[in-house]
Nanobody, 124 residues
């Protein structure tokens, strides 16, 4: 059974940084894209970033370009999201996903597996 477990969320002041991690188990993710979505209170779930299995293809939402960096460690079945220059608008539950390809996740918002989410709160 595939499981994705996010960690690293919390409360930070605006302008600071956080690093999210997502560890997968119950499968081999080295040939799948891994990524992140987020859902703010009262809003729909939005795409944040995705990275291909090789790391050679990466997509970011316009709202996080230049501030967030996605990376992965296939040996650990883990994907990371380094978030810098955080603003209150980044406050959301962040979900880790696994999908068949980075382009599919980016263009369709569809993924094969979803984590339970980790809360990120940015105080002004």
């Amino acid at each position: 059974q595939v499981q994705l477990v996010e960690s690293g969320g919390g409360l930070v002041q605006a302008g600071n940084s956080l690093r999210l991690s997502c560890a997968g188990s119950g499968g081999t993710f080295s040939r799948y894209a891994m990524g992140w979505f987020r859902q703010a209170p009262g809003k729909e779930r939005d795409f944040v970033a995705v990275i291909s299995w090789s790391g050679g293809i990466i997509y970011y939402a316009d709202s996080v370009k230049g501030r967030f960096t996605i990376s992965r460690d296939n040996a650990k079945n883990t994907v990371y999201l380094e978030m810098n220059s955080l603003t209150p608008e980044d406050t959301a539950v962040y979900y880790c996903v696994v999908g068949s390809s980075a382009r599919v996740v980016y263009t369709s918002g569809r993924a094969d597996y979803w984590g339970q989410g980790t809360q990120v709160t940015v105080a002004s």
